[in-house]
């Protein structure tokens, strides 16, 4: 039972970072090579959002593993120095993160294409909200890197 708590938990890992990275980056590119409030580009925001679904849900998979881990081993892993600074950073910058880009990257983006009729070029308020999200991206993404790179070490290392 406990091995699949924690499959689960690495698949929530694996999902929750990779597709949402390879998934910016080749919005960036595509974005960079033409023009940014074109057709073309709009079917690339809409592709993101839906990778950005995947995403969140990816999370509630790691999270949910996480805590399945917990409750099986009585939640003494909770006294783990290493558990201890997981829990912490996932509380201080993933939730953050994670509340305002489930806000501003999913569900305004969506509410306003569906409200935009014209459905095949960027409203106004559709580039205030894209360009809003470009701007969160570019500045969480050094405390991503920072607190993947942290986790990684937590969990391979397991510090006490
Ligand atoms: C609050 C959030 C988290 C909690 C409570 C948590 C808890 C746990 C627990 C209980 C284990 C099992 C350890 C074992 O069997 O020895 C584990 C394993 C692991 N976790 Fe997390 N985790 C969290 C977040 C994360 C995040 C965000 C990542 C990566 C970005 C991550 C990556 C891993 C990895 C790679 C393992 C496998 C380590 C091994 O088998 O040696 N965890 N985690």
């Given at each position: 039972?406990?091995?699949w708590?924690?499959?689960?938990?690495?698949a929530g890992?694996?999902?929750?970072?990779?597709?949402p990275?390879g998934?910016y980056l080749m919005q960036?590119?595509?974005?960079?090579?033409?023009?940014?409030?074109?057709?073309t580009?709009?079917?690339?925001?809409r592709a993101?959002?839906?990778?950005?679904?995947?995403?969140?849900?990816?999370?509630a998979?790691?999270?949910a593993g996480?805590?399945?881990?917990l409750?099986?081993?009585?939640?003494?892993?909770l006294t783990?120095?290493?558990?201890q600074?997981?829990?912490?950073?996932?509380?201080?910058?993933?939730i953050?993160?994670?509340?305002?880009?489930i806000w501003?990257g999913q569900?305004?983006?969506?509410l306003?294409l569906?409200?935009?009729?014209?459905q095949?070029?960027?409203s106004?308020?559709?580039?205030?909200i894209f360009?809003?999200?470009?701007?969160f991206?570019?500045f969480?993404i050094?405390?991503?890197?920072?607190?993947?790179?942290?986790f990684?070490y937590?969990?391979a290392?397991?510090?006490?």
């Open positions: 039972m406990y091995f708590f924690k499959i689960f938990h690495l890992v694996v999902l929750w970072i990779g597709p990275l998934a960036l590119y595509i974005l960079n090579k033409q023009d940014k409030s074109g057709p580009a709009l079917i690339v925001r993101f959002i839906a990778v950005l679904t995947l995403e969140h849900a990816a999370l998979l790691l999270m996480a805590l399945a881990m409750w099986y081993g009585e939640w003494v892993f783990f120095f290493w558990i600074m997981k829990i912490l950073i996932f509380c201080l910058v993933i953050p993160i994670e509340i305002l880009d501003w569900i305004s983006p969506v306003a569906r409200r935009d009729k014209t095949d070029s960027f106004p308020e559709l580039v205030r360009r809003r999200y470009d701007r991206v570019y969480s050094p405390f991503l890197l920072i607190s993947w790179t942290i990684f937590l969990a290392a397991k510090p006490t």
